[in-house]
């Protein structure tokens, strides 16, 4: 027999994200002792611990984060179902992540004709590095993600979108940079690791046994081009990026070989697509 309704994983979500019995409580409009009582069902009916006390509040043990992530994905297809059969068009929230680089130079132009094309979805969009994005798909925090190569992404289904053309960025003043070498003893400026550009010259650099003086992290593009036109360091990012911030003409622009520049963005998912998601996909494939 099925231990699992969406009462019961309503309350549950609600506990979770609020981060106590007494504001879920308040939040659901039940009183404490409802919400404590069918918590303490849920857990027995599943034999497991869903959270454990951390000071005043309550967090979700190991169990309860998977159960977590189950119960967006149900609640998200019920509202999928629901609104379907009502209206015959997608509807609901689509939550994707993407590349800061992706959404600035890529995005805008096609959420603006989906939003146009199915006024019913609305698109929540999450940035990060590409090895965030990829776990928060496998976790079904995202229903798919914009990740640029390289990635693993075991379990995940991929879909090859964008083609990227990747280059060097120094100051103005900087002579040509033709080999790795030429980059001994700058710095370097880029995100956080996870980011599948730093990972890609990072390998670049490591081939010739070149190591940044140091290594300065950033959590956006704007940034690190002012910061690498003020003659701070190094980055690599994708042409289309510049061309879209009207950057290129604040920075010098370096070639790197052809294993290094060419790269390519894919979107990935976790399990089946949603209509939402089989829409998007769609207006990606279209010439």
């Not at 089946?272 to 990606?284: D, F, I, M, N, P």
Request: glycine residues 10%.
């Amino acid at each position: 027999m099925r231990t699992l309704d969406l009462d019961s994983l309503e309350i549950f979500r609600t506990v979770a994200q609020e981060g106590g019995i007494i504001r879920a409580a308040g939040k659901l409009g039940r009183v404490q002792s409802n919400v404590t009582t069918r918590i303490k069902q849920l857990e027995q009916r599943l034999g497991l611990a869903l959270f454990r006390r951390q000071g005043r509040s309550i967090v979700l043990s190991p169990e309860g984060e998977l159960l977590l992530s189950y119960a967006q994905r149900l609640f998200r297809l019920a509202d999928e179902a629901e609104g379907e059969l009502r209206t015959g068009k997608p509807m609901g929230a689509l939550r994707i992540g993407s590349l800061e680089s992706t959404a600035g130079s890529r995005l805008g132009p096609l959420l603006s004709k989906y939003h146009r094309l199915h006024p019913g979805v609305v698109v929540e969009l999450a940035t990060g590095t590409t090895g965030a994005l990829v776990q928060r798909v496998t976790n079904f925090e995202l229903e798919a993600a914009f990740v640029s190569e390289p990635f693993t992404a075991p379990g995940l289904s991929t879909m090859k979108v964008f083609d990227e053309e990747l280059v060097l960025i120094t100051g103005k003043d900087v002579p040509a940079v033709r080999r790795a070498a030429d980059l001994e003893g700058r710095t370097l400026i880029a995100f956080a690791n996870g980011c599948s550009y730093r990972k890609r010259l990072e390998e670049w650099l490591g081939a010739s046994a070149v190591m940044p003086a140091r290594t300065l992290e950033f959590a956006s593009y704007q940034a690190m081009i002012a910061c690498v036109a003020a003659g701070t360091g190094f980055a690599v990012v994708p042409r289309s990026l510049l061309l879209a911030l009207r950057s290129a003409g604040d920075v010098r622009q370096h070639g790197l070989p052809a294993r290094v520049r060419r790269n390519r963005t894919h979107l990935v998912w976790n399990g089946a697509a949603s209509t939402a998601l089989l829409r998007l996909q769609a207006l990606l494939t279209a010439p």
